[in-house]
């Protein structure tokens, strides 16, 4: 069974950094992707990665602040997250695809992933 676990959430003051990890566990993945969520509202995008060749994608929001990145040894996907805002305080969670040959266009969407781990908290102080 394809399982995911997040690390490396915390508390951070405004322009600070974190690096998220998200290890796959039961599976090896094809394509990892990094959502964020607030209580009581659906996932946003915020980047993903296709394991093969690196290819990665971000949304507007955090483009330049954040770096997805993966090693595939340890079958994980780590966020670097740079210059955080308050704006940027969430649960975030990853998605895992394991099917060959992912179409990262469609990994922006939570449909494009068929598990999910449970998520890391992120407190950004004003």
């Known amino acids: 069974q394809a399982q995911l676990l997040e690390s490396g959430g915390g508390f951070v003051q405004t322009g600070g950094s974190l690096r998220l990890s998200c290890t796959a566990s039961?599976?090896?993945?094809?394509?990892m992707g990094w959502f964020r969520q607030a209580p009581g509202k659906e996932r946003d995008f915020v980047a993903a990665i296709r394991w093969s060749d690196n290819n990665s994608f971000y949304s507007r929001s955090i483009k330049g602040r954040f770096t997805i990145s993966r090693d595939r040894a340890k079958n994980t996907s780590y966020l670097q997250m740079n210059g955080l805002k308050p704006e940027d305080m969430d649960y975030y969670c990853?998605?895992?695809?394991?099917?060959?040959?992912?179409?990262?266009?469609?990994?922006?969407?939570?449909?494009?992933?068929?598990?999910w781990g449970r998520g890391t908290k992120v407190t950004v102080s004003s």
């Open positions: 990853c998605g895992g695809f394991s099917r060959v040959r992912p179409i990262m266009t469609t990994k922006t969407s939570q449909q494009g992933y068929e598990y």
């Open positions: 039961g599976t090896t993945p094809t394509a």
